[in-house]
């Protein structure tokens, strides 16, 4: 026969089906978590009541009108806590502070100048986070990263590799923010948080290469629904990636960019306005241009396509999802021996949207983890 589940099993799956109701939906009665989960009433009433009881749920104060017997509304109390989503790129240093209803209560961002430094990069995070922590009730109880740099798998310290941007070395964003938190510090590299966020708007999509090709060129590799990170961390890392060069030359992808005079001055980072002002410019000179573009990075998916058997490939980024440039890459990849969908990746501010959207699902994870 069958084991039958122990009671203690038993009210601690309810207990959680009554959280998870209460973060999504707001505030309910007993009754209405009764309907929205389907546990019989006096089964919902006795989980409020537990969760009451540790702290979990509270009494809003509010009550029902109308016939019938009063019910009274409960929601989170303001111990679960929030959790932390930042971010850091060479523009600015972000922060939010959330809670377990995916609501943002608190903003503050740090602008960055040019070429800043390790030491200035990690005292606007420190700004960042003392600003939306302060006043906050409960525990801050965990801090999720995004970060415009390769990040160590183990240590969560950013890597600096070769030609590489955003230069801020070994910065390390858990030992800056762990005085904030009361548990783990997550960091990743910024695309691998936008291809998670296009991933949750396109979950069909379960392999797939994402290229971001900005002032950095970085990739994400989604396999089975699952962003792969690699043994360090730097999966996806296609800066260095040997690809077709101008002239039908192999060269690293960086350095494709460089030969074709599209890096910032005294700087390895691709001049974005630059490179978008000469293919809006028109005629054979973009022609030639975005001929050259469309080689490089089909050389780059040519390599992950033999490699990793994508679906398809999102190009983002300021220049990836120009429409010119998405073409022309397009049109490479349809001529070769193994071509792929290409298109242009959709979520609007991604790497903050992943972040913000793990720092809420691990802050539930935390809160439910407590009952």
Same mark, same amino acid.
């Given at each position: 026969?069958?084991?039958?589940?122990?009671p203690e099993l038993?009210r601690?799956v309810? =207990?959680e089906?009554?959280?998870?109701a209460?973060m999504?939906g707001?505030?309910?009665t007993?009754a209405?978590l009764?309907?929205?989960?389907?546990?019989s009433?006096?089964?919902?009433?006795?989980?409020v009541?537990r969760?009451?009881?540790?702290?979990?749920?509270?009494?809003?104060?509010?009550r029902?009108?109308?016939?019938?017997?009063?019910g009274?509304?409960y929601?989170l109390?303001?111990?679960?806590?929030?959790a932390?989503?930042?971010?850091?790129d060479?523009?600015a240093?972000?922060?939010?502070?959330?809670?377990?209803?995916?609501?943002?209560?608190?903003?503050?961002?740090?602008t960055l100048s040019?070429?800043?430094?390790?030491e200035s990069?990690?005292?606007?995070?420190t700004?960042v986070?003392k600003?939306v922590?302060?006043g906050?009730?409960?525990?801050v109880?965990?801090?999720?990263v995004?970060?415009?740099?390769?990040?160590?798998?183990?240590?969560?310290?950013?890597v600096?590799l070769p030609?590489m941007?955003?230069?801020?070395?070994?910065?390390d964003?858990?030992a800056v923010?762990?005085p904030?938190?009361?548990?783990q510090?997550?960091? =990743?590299n910024?695309?691998?948080?936008?291809a998670?966020?296009?991933?949750a708007a396109?979950?069909a999509?379960?392999?797939v290469l994402?290229?971001h090709l900005?002032?950095?060129?970085?990739?994400?590799?989604?396999?089975?629904?699952?962003?792969?990170?690699?043994?360090q961390?730097?999966?996806?890392?296609v800066?260095?990636?040997v690809t077709?060069?101008?002239g039908?030359?192999?060269?690293?992808f960086t350095?494709?960019l460089?030969?074709?005079g599209?890096r910032?001055a005294?700087?390895?980072?691709?001049?974005v306005?630059?490179?978008l002002?000469r293919? =809006?410019?028109g005629?054979p000179?973009a022609?030639?241009?975005?001929?050259?573009?469309g080689?490089?990075?089909?050389?780059?998916?040519a390599a992950?396509?033999g490699l990793?058997?994508p679906?398809?490939?999102?190009?983002?980024?300021?220049?990836?999802?120009?429409?010119?440039?998405?073409?022309?890459v397009a049109?490479?990849?349809a001529g070769?021996?193994?071509?792929v969908p290409i298109?242009a990746?959709?979520?609007v501010?991604p790497v903050?949207t992943?972040?913000?959207?793990?720092?809420?699902e691990?802050?539930r994870?935390?809160?439910?983890a407590?009952?």
């Open positions: 026969m069958p084991t039958r589940p122990s038993l601690s309810t =207990d089906t009554v959280l998870r209460v999504v707001g505030a309910h007993r209405e009764a309907v929205e989960t389907g546990l009433k006096p089964t919902a009433s006795e989980s009541r969760l009451t009881e540790a702290g979990l749920l509270r009494d809003t104060g509010e029902t009108t109308g016939r019938g017997r009063v009274t509304y929601s109390s303001p111990e679960c806590g929030h932390l989503a930042v971010t850091i060479p523009a240093v972000v922060a939010e502070a959330v809670d377990p209803f995916g609501d943002v209560v608190a903003r503050a961002e740090e040019p070429g800043a430094s390790r990069v990690a005292t606007a995070l700004t986070a600003g922590t302060a906050l009730a409960g525990p109880r965990s801090v999720v995004g970060a415009a740099d390769p990040v160590d798998r183990e240590s969560g310290r950013l600096h030609e941007p955003f230069l801020v070395g070994d910065l964003p858990v923010l762990s904030f938190v009361a548990g510090v997550l960091v =990743d910024d695309v691998n948080w936008s998670r966020a296009e991933l396109a979950p999509a379960g392999d994402l290229l900005g002032e950095g060129l970085g990739g994400a590799v989604v396999s089975d629904g699952e962003v792969r990170r690699g043994g961390g730097l999966a996806g890392e800066a260095h990636v077709v060069g101008p039908g030359r192999a060269m690293p350095r494709v460089a030969e074709l599209l910032q005294g700087s390895t980072a691709v001049d306005e630059l490179l002002e293919v =809006d410019a005629g000179t022609e030639q241009l975005l001929e050259d573009l080689a490089a990075v089909g050389g780059v998916i992950a396509v990793l058997d679906r398809e490939v999102l190009l983002g980024g300021p220049w990836g999802s120009h429409p010119a440039v998405l073409a022309a049109s490479e990849c070769s021996d193994r071509p298109r990746a959709q979520v501010d903050l992943g972040v913000r959207a793990h720092a809420v691990e802050l994870r935390l809160v439910i407590e009952r």
